[in-house]
């Protein structure tokens, strides 16, 4: 039982330091997740992770590029592609200009438009508000995805053409 008892302190060392390890790698690299599983403790009493996820911030790869290196692209989730192409992390300030002006805002990076494909080619979809609510609030302000788009209309069915654009975005 004493020998049970030594070797369950000696685990609980080598866990305690893991886990302090772990502990700093995740503030380290600003990760979003750190796991270990399975963590086991083998019969002569060492203790091994079999298994680990770790996965860090893309807002922060900038910051760490010996993880960006490391990064698998073919993983990564193919609707954000166009942001990372463009080197756009959410909260960066973007550039959306078309052939009657431009107007900045603040990026959020979102997997709800997928890119269309034409002639082969991803064709990329982006959202910017028409509006900022209630004209008497003052703290509603900001761009005007209007100040893009043609004020021209289909003779056929008379659907405004600023449904839909042509754009080029930028990070600002």
């Not at 959306?96 to 002639?119: F, H, N, Y």
Request: net charge negative; proline share 6%; aromatic share 6%.
């Amino acid at each position: 039982m004493q020998r049970l008892a030594e070797r369950s302190a000696e685990a609980t060392k080598q866990i305690a330091a893991i886990v302090g390890k772990l502990y700093e790698a995740f503030v380290g690299c600003e990760a979003m997740l750190c796991e270990i599983n399975p963590l086991i403790v083998t019969p002569d009493g060492e203790v091994r992770a079999l298994d680990s996820k770790f996965t860090v911030d893309d807002n922060a790869l900038f910051r760490h590029p010996e993880i960006a290196e490391l990064r698998d692209v073919s993983a990564a989730d193919p609707l954000e592609a166009l942001a990372r192409e463009k080197g756009i992390a959410n909260g960066s300030q973007v550039k959306v200009i078309s052939a009657r002006g431009q107007i900045e805002g603040v990026a959020m990076v979102t997997r709800r438009l997928a890119p269309l494909k034409v002639d082969g080619k991803d064709v990329w979809q982006i959202g910017f508000p028409i509006h900022w609510g209630y004209a008497g609030d003052p703290s509603h302000t900001g761009p005007l995805a209007n100040l893009l788009t043609p004020s021209a209309m289909d003779p056929n069915t008379w659907t405004p053409e600023y449904k839909a654009f042509l754009v080029r975005l930028e990070k600002a």
